[in-house]
């Protein structure tokens, strides 16, 4: 295998348009086992698609928010050659989970067929990432099939609405979001293209492709931490283990709302037959 199938295989075949109702944007698939397959994206992405609904709980006698989710449509795009886009299969898609002030979003496929996955850079390594490394965007910029541009990383800790961005100089442009950032000499995703810089010409606003802002693996672990699905990473979580624990968190929050003398820690204590001290 040549060294463009190669790089074909790891940052091409993973990379996904999506649709979302009123928008759309771009995905990575990052999790493909046992008939279960995720996409990483931005929440502005898929954000039409989500809304806050107001419901009675007949339960706890009072209404309740709980999260409406509308179907996402999730593209992936078929090669001739390694090279040649011949198409692709949609499928329809749920959005499992979400964080608008991390920008993210997770969005599982109804399809149990297996796809392709980019690799995650390890965790905790981030601090062998260095300044000039070169970096590959890849997305599905203005809709088109998945688009790979180079550049470099060229600054970390820049500071956007209170959250760490990465800033890199490979061009992207509007539906690069939620696609990928890849490191060139391993072909491991270190991050979501997410903004891009402008300037305001008059009434007028001028993108300025080259400088990127791309929220950085180090908020991904975290944001698929804080929403349980730390099986994509880590091997010793399942899949079925962290939905039983998203359940019981979920099961602990109402139980929360309905006694409001009670904390959260020992509504989940009192689910799974803990004192307060046995959950630290």
């Known amino acids: 295998m040549t060294d463009y199938e190669v ?3 790891k940052i091409a075949l993973p990379c996904v348009r999506i649709r979302a109702n009123k928008a759309g944007g771009s995905g990575t698939a990052i ?7 995720y996409v990483l994206t931005n929440h502005h992405v898929v954000t ?13 006698k009072s209404e309740r928010k709980i ?17 040649r886009s011949i198409g692709g ?3 329809q898609s749920d959005i499992m989970c979400y964080d608008k002030d991390e920008d993210l979003a997770l969005v599982k496929l109804r399809s149990s067929k297996l796809m392709p996955i ?46 760490e961005y990465w800033l890199g100089t490979a061009p992207m442009i509007f539906g690069n979001s939620g696609g990928a950032l890849f490191l060139e ?28 802002y791309s929220v950085p693996i180090t908020r991904i672990y975290q ?38 003398s009670l904390d959260l820690d020992d509504a989940i204590g009192e689910l799974l037959g803990l004192e307060g001290d046995d959950l630290d």
């Open 7 to 9: 790089r074909h295989e």
């Open 89 to 91: 299969t949609t499928i």
């Open 185 to 212: 000499e391993s072909y491991q995703l270190i991050g979501v293209p997410s903004q891009i810089r402008v300037m305001m010409l008059g009434w007028s606003v001028d993108p300025i492709t080259h400088l990127s």
């Open 223 to 260: 944001f698929l931490e804080d929403q349980r699905f730390r099986f994509i990473y880590d091997d010793s979580f399942t899949e079925e283990g962290e939905a039983d624990v998203r359940r019981q968190i979920r099961a602990a929050e109402e139980r929360k709302s309905s006694n409001a």
């Open 31 to 37: 999790y493909s086992k046992d008939g279960s397959t």
């Open 67 to 83: 999260d409406v989710f509308e179907q996402v449509n999730v593209h992936f795009f078929d090669y001739q050659y390694s090279s």
């Open 48 to 60: 039409s698609c989500i809304s806050i609904e107001k419901k009675w709980s007949a339960l706890l």
């Open 118 to 163: 980019a690799e995650l850079y390890p965790r905790g390594q981030e601090s062998k990432l260095r300044i000039g490394m070169p970096v590959i965007c890849v997305g599905a910029g203005m809709g088109e099939p998945p688009v790979q541009t180079g550049g470099f990383l060229s600054q970390f800790g820049q500071e956007i609405d209170r959250k």
